[in-house]
């Protein structure tokens, strides 16, 4: 079965960390750009940052830059997103998902998505 699924969401503190798991089953991820997105409570889903097959990557919101670092492992299939220094605002639940070519913020640009995991800050 073709899946991405995603883990390690959870509760934590301000200012603590969490690493998120991204694993992709029935394919290869060699090949693929991977993005991670988040969608707070009554907001809309957001992308935030990509790593292409190449391990480059980008950021498309600058709230994260610095806190998170995004990298794969592709012998296991897996992305992974490396989160410090989390604040309350970074409450939401996160979704990884290929892309169809390059990396984008853009949801239209990816087509198989997880089911996504929780991550909520609070003290």
């Known amino acids: 079965q073709i899946q991405l699924v995603e883990s390690g969401g959870g509760l934590v503190q301000p200012g603590g960390s969490l690493r998120l798991s991204c694993v992709a089953s029935?394919?290869?991820?060699?090949?693929?750009?991977i993005g991670w997105f988040r969608q707070a409570p009554g907001k809309e889903r957001e992308g935030f940052v990509c790593i292409s097959s190449t391990e480059d990557v980008e950021y498309y919101t600058d709230s994260v830059k610095g806190r998170f670092t995004i990298s794969r492992n592709n012998a296991v299939n897996t992305v992974y997103l490396q989160m410090n220094g989390l604040k309350p605002e970074d409450t939401a639940v996160y979704y990884c998902?290929?892309?169809?070519?390059?990396?984008?913020?853009?949801?239209?640009?990816?087509?198989?998505w997880g089911r996504g995991t929780q991550v909520t800050v609070s003290s």
């Open positions: 029935g394919f290869s991820t060699n090949y693929y750009a």
């Open positions: 998902a290929t892309a169809r070519s390059y990396c984008s913020g853009k949801i239209r640009d990816y087509d198989l």
